[in-house]
């Protein structure tokens, strides 16, 4: 659960005074996550409260998620399940949120010092905090999680225009070796069935039946 909507919240992870309601929230999340066998959780770090500077409260903000994720990850390990963080980036689309770069998740995860907790890399957000998308896919790979993907800056399909070169990215995760899922954590511009007509066109150009990976083919 990400708190509560009229008051604004946006996640609980992160906000201070809130732990009671976040180890609440948890607990029903595992309850669900267990019912459709999903073994991952995505633990929202919340907002810079209205009115705050961001560099004022960020300290505090950073010990309090520090906490909460250590609770999470000691209670996920209990079910075998993977917490995930992800930075949202405050440039367009949550201006106040308190995690949003990868370079922050990072030091975060460092910091709390459980396997069990990775880090949720959306290639929409990223690109435009930070760019540098190889790199960066490359740097924190080892601590990559789950993956979405969005095209930027129209947040569709990864083969509508925009900035991203999907294709060249799906082979890069090819060759690191990803064998996680990739979200489409985007709004199809039409209907959601053909507006997959990317992802058919890519196995397609890869030699790859409906499907098949390249490990299977080989």
């Known amino acids: ?99 949003n770069t990868p370079h922050q998740a990072a030091a975060i995860l460092e910091k709390v010092g459980r396997p069990n907790l990775k880090l949720q890399l959306d290639i929409f957000h990223c690109q435009i905090m930070d ?13 990559i999680g789950h993956i979405q993907i969005a095209q930027v800056p129209g947040r569709h399909e990864p083969d509508s225009p925009g900035e991203v070169n999907f294709p060249y990215l799906f082979q890069l995760l090819e060759s690191l070796g990803y064998t996680g899922y990739v979200g489409c954590e985007y709004a199809p511009k039409g209907d959601t069935v053909e507006g997959l007509g990317w992802l058919r066109s890519y196995w397609e150009s890869r030699g790859l039946q409906h499907g098949e990976t390249g490990k299977a083919t080989e």
Do not use: W
């Open 1 to 99: 659960p990400a708190g509560d909507p009229s008051k604004g919240e946006m996640g609980l992870g992160a906000v201070p005074g809130r732990q009671p309601a976040f180890r609440k929230g948890l607990a029903m999340a595992v309850q669900y996550a267990k019912a459709v066998d999903c073994p991952r959780i995505h633990l929202m770090a919340g907002r810079v409260p209205v009115g705050a500077d961001r560099a004022a409260v960020a300290g505090e903000m950073e010990t309090t998620f520090i906490e909460n994720l250590r609770y999470a990850a000691d209670v996920l390990a209990q079910e075998d399940m993977i917490g995930l963080i992800e930075p949202i980036n405050s440039r367009i689309t949550d201006p106040r949120y308190f995690l």
């Open 131 to 143: 760019g540098n998308l190889s790199r960066n896919l490359e740097t924190y790979f080892p601590l």
